[in-house]
């Protein structure tokens, strides 16, 4: 188990190196540097020289991304170009936003699709599994803010039940729950559709096995064999699965987040864009894609978890 | 399962269809702008009703379908062409570090979701419709190489492979002549499932603003534009969503339909 788990981590940290030299070397790219945008095109030459010796920018590329690296390492993300505040503080804050949404989401999925996978493979070929694989059918292709866009006008502008939009913050943590609500619920349906028909077709695999015959025969009832017996065996595709759907979630959220006007690292992203401010950019990416790695990570060691055979692997 | 592939097929083909004939032919006029004609609801004169700019809503959905269907189409074409190529060559030296490259190089890759790559072009290069074609594109690179992989690995075990080899056939040939025919029909199928992904995709970049520019009418533009207006005029926000998921659902539909037909055991599974 040791010798897996240190392996694990061994190949999240390569990752980790090569993905983030990716975005260093890909913003890059950007045709001038912050030395250049922070003094204006009136600068001299020799000031501009004196300021990028300064900030280390005379230097090649691989020490850069070195010194780059190792300040975030320390938590130093650098200072925005727009509002000259260390960029670690507004992802901080954003994240307090972002965060909770994807894991309502992440966690409303599960909620739905565990019930719903069950009941559909407990129901296989009759009308009742037809019916749940059409709706979730329609639940794959719905694009989440669009089905966003039609909560608002149901819930909030018809019933006027949740907000529209915005967020109080945490100090009201009921009013802040309550307009993460319709948010995290469009990002969840789509992906609980995705999740419950895996379940439904995992579980469904695993009934033809030897195990399940036996329960079977000493008496347990289709729902118990799927309960108590299959549906460990088929939670190995849906870990892979949500594993991958956190990273869905994760840019979900940053779509989401423009449809009802939430304060999270999506929103922040594009006016980061509009502002040209890069090292915000390049910044919330590393963090979105650390993100995913490390759930990554963790999808591995819960596959470990489940399946104790893959520990000697 | 039948009735699956025959609706599938329907929607997909009138989505087809209508991206084709918007080359040639729309029932009005988008580039006019009548705004005294604003928002009104569906009638005999526009099916569909009009936009907040007077525009016929109908003629906007089936230019956008042309949009939405070449960006993901083209993006599938990228995931195929380098994806596909990539897997074979994993498969034929599986085990060596070209095989292990091919699958760390996947793993990196997909630890960028489209959009979070779409992000960083547009930030380096501003935004542009060719941003989400290259941004999906790359993301369907891993799926097709991963697939691709892993349903050529137990075809290199077969014995018409192995005759391939006495009668002197290099790596490479084989993976063309006997492995890649042999892998097709998967490979039409999860074409078939990242077309589909990448119109959902297409559409949320357009949505952001990370995809194609005004005045390129997009399915998910015409949703961001119709987001403020909603409240008072809900066709607006509800015929492009209509087109996004019918597309899709015909697609996926299709997909699963292919999937069934091309493998009988499938069949007793479901």
Known sequence: MLRYLSRRMIVMGLSLLAASALIFSVTELVPGDPASFMLGTGAQPETLAALRQQMGLDQPLPLRYAAWAGAILQGDFGTSFTYRTPVAGMILERLQVSLPLAVMALALAVAVALPVGLYAAARRGRAGDGLVMAATQLGIALPNFWFAMLLVLVFAVKLRWLPAGGFPGWSDPAAALGSLILPSLALALPQAAILARVLRSALVETQGQDYIRTARAKGLTTGQTLRRHALRNALIPVLTILGMQFSFLLAGAIIIENVFYLPGLGRMIFQAITQRDLIVVQSAVLVLVAAVIAVTFLVDLAYAAVDPRLRRA | ?270
């Open chain 2, 1 to 270: 399962m039948r009735i699956g592939l025959i609706l599938g097929g329907a929607l997909a083909g009138l989505a087809l269809a209508s991206a084709a004939l918007s080359a040639f032919w729309t029932p009005h006029d988008v580039s006019q702008l009548a705004i005294a004609q604003k928002l009104l609801p569906p009638s005999a004169a526009h099916w569909f009703g009009t936009d907040h700019l007077g525009r016929d809503i109908l003629s906007m959905a089936m230019l956008g379908a042309r949009t939405s269907l070449a960006v993901a189409l083209v993006a599938v074409g990228i995931g195929m062409g380098l994806g596909v190529p990539l897997g074979l060559l994993a498969a034929a030296r599986r085990g060596t570090w070209a095989d292990e490259a091919v699958m760390r190089g996947n793993d990196l890759v997909f630890a960028f979701p489209s959009l979070v790559i779409a992000i960083l072009i547009t930030a380096v290069f501003g935004p542009s419709a060719v941003n989400a074609i290259v941004a999906i594109g790359i993301f369907n690179i891993p799926v097709f190489a991963r697939v691709t992989r892993g349903a050529a690995l137990p075809i290199w075990t077969l014995d018409y492979i192995r005759a391939a080899r006495v009668a002197g056939k290099g790596a490479a040939l084989i993976s063309l002549q006997h492995v890649l025919p042999n892998v097709a029909s998967l490979l039409i199928v999860q074409a078939t499932i990242q077309f589909s992904l990448g119109i959902l995709a297409e559409a949320g970049l357009s949505y952001v603003g990370l995809g194609a520019q005004p005045p390129v009418p997009s399915w998910g533009r015409m949703l961001a534009e119709a987001q403020t207006m909603a409240v008072l005029a809900p066709h607006v926000a509800v015929i492009p969503g209509l087109c996004i998921v019918l597309t899709v659902l015909g697609l996926n539909l299709l997909g699963d339909g292919l999937r069934d037909a091309s493998d009988p055991r499938l069949r007793v599974l479901r």
